[in-house]
């Protein structure tokens, strides 16, 4: 049995950020990861490759479509999907490398293998026609998420499938039904779009982007709609399957849809299966995910999760901070993370990005607010840009000025928010962002101006006092 101080179950982003952290606070660590390349699904078949692709799909279609207007004529554009798909492969390969590269360089030992609990402080390597034998005071659980499927639907991992096929499909599809209007199935119609794809977006729910403010997902339904993926609302599928390489969708009140593929992009759930929970009494909660305390702890002592297996959003970023903060925790007695400051992006095109509380949330909640929004076809860049689509909207309270939701629809809105979650990390006011000198002419203007436009509000409703 080797001895550790921690052993880390899963090398996903919050893992290999938990590794090298707490190897830098001076810990021998270990982890401990089933696939030969380390970075968990956000690297190897999720945020990574498809915005690999996204990026390449743009390029495409731009090419095809969007550079007459700047006095630029191409002849025959010509799609090379096999070169584009092994440009997404590279990247993987070359990010996942550069992790190795830390673990080496921060001495983590890592095991290539399946990791599960064996009782308290011991854990069980299945290492192809081996068992390798851990032990370490203290073990962290960041084994990720897996796709969610639904009922009656059977992922075939060809014809029908996740994510991970649609990563990789050898030809662009004719027809590609995609089941889901949240982030991952928009982003890969996205590109299957772009790329030639006749694009149906089938949706439970009456509208696309759930949990995301409902104004700029309202506005985002109709530029799609504009670039030509069809959608179909209020919708609930009930079965899909495979006849002759023909796919069959049915929906109940409608009749059933062929195409070529179908990608099933209904969320994901934690990854908990043969984690040996039950060796160290934790139980699952309801929603199949692992139940902590303050400080990433598990019922289990010295057991702690962090990531997707705990509740909260399911984002990279969120594991990663998580991964620190346990670390940090544990070593130093003190890690913090402001979970109302964790940001999102939707990478279509133009992008989502939002941090703190939605519009519907503040009117659910009762809070006084007051909304300031500019458009970005009034920003000087955009116009340059030929980008001028979405609008910034900057919610903050009505008494105080605090400010309590920053949501952005428009050209790299990805990066925009960055100032934003910066700035509500620090209890900013609009009146602070207002006040910014922000270089001109950039796309930041636009947050300055959504500032000044909610702080002139509540500078008027204070003089009318």
Known sequence: MTQHDLIVIGGGPGGYVAAIRAAELGLNVACVETEPLLGGTCLRVGCIPSKAMLESSEKYFEAKHGYDAHGITLGSVKLQLDVMLQRKQSIVEQMSKGIDGLFKKHKVTRYLGKGRLDGPGRVLVEAGDKTIELAAD?????????????????LDGDRIGSSTEALSYEKVPKHLVVIGGGYIGMELGSVWNRLGSQVTVLEYLDRIFPGTDSELAKEALEIFKKQGIEFRLGTKVTAARVEKKTCIVECEGHEPITCDRVLVAVGRTPYTAGLGLESVGIELDSKGRIPTKNHFETSAAGVYAIGDVIAGPMLAHKAEHEGVACVEQIVTGYGHINYDVIPAVIFTDPEIAAVGKTEDQLREEKIPYVKGSFAFRYNGRAVT?????????VLTHAKTDRVLGIHILGPHAGDLIAEATAAMEFGASSEDIARVCHAHPTLPETLKEAAIAAYRQVEAAAKKK
């Open 138 to 154: 203290k073990i962290i659980l960041a084994t990720g998420s897996a796709p969610a499927s639904l009922r009656g639907i059977e």
């Open 385 to 393: 840009i030929a980008q001028t689509l979405g609008k910034v909207k």
